[in-house]
Nanobody, 121 residues
Framework: QVQLVESGGGLVQAGGSLKLPCAAS????????MSWYRQAPGKQRELVAD???????NYADSVKGRFTISRDNAKNTVYLQMNSLKPDETAVYYC???????????????WGQGTQVTVSE
C-alpha cells in the first residue's frame, strides 16, 4: 500500500515563507513526476508545480520566482519552498505522485491527504 503524507502547513503572515515536505512510502518501484496542487475554498484544484524524475520543473505562472519545488529520491520526498506568500494563496496543498509499483507496471497516481496553508494579511 502506498501513502503520501504532507506536512509543514500552518499559519503565516503575508510575505512569509513555508516549506512543505511530502513523503511517499510503501511498496514503490519508482516515482516519476511528483507534483504540488492547491485548492482554495470554492475553487478548483490547481497545479502549483511539478518535478520529473530527471529534476525538470514546471511552475504555475502565479508562483514563478517565489516557489521552488525539489525532491530527494533517496527519501521518496518532494518539497515545496514557498516564499513571499500572499493571502489569496490560502488553500489546502496536496501532493501527487505518479509511480510504478513494479518494474514493467503501469503508472499510478496517488494523492496525499492535504495540508492547510493559511496566509494572513
Amino acid at each position: 500500500q502506498v501513502q503520501l503524507v504532507e506536512s509543514g502547513g500552518g499559519l503565516v503572515q503575508a510575505g512569509g515563507s513555508l516549506k512543505l515536505p511530502c513523503a511517499a512510502s510503501g511498496n514503490i518501484f519508482s516515482i516519476n513526476t511528483m507534483s504540488w496542487y492547491r485548492q482554495a475554498p470554492g475553487k478548483q484544484r490547481e497545479l502549483v508545480a511539478d518535478i520529473t524524475s530527471g529534476d525538470s520543473t514546471n511552475y504555475a505562472d502565479s508562483v514563478k520566482g517565489r516557489f521552488t519545488i525539489s525532491r530527494d529520491n533517496a527519501k521518496n520526498t518532494v518539497y515545496l519552498q514557498m516564499n513571499s506568500l500572499k493571502p489569496d494563496e490560502t488553500a489546502v496543498y496536496y501532493c501527487n505522485a505518479n509511480l510504478k509499483l513494479v518494474a514493467r507496471g503501469y503508472n499510478y497516481s496517488y494523492w496525499g491527504q492535504g495540508t492547510q496553508v493559511t496566509v494572513s494579511e
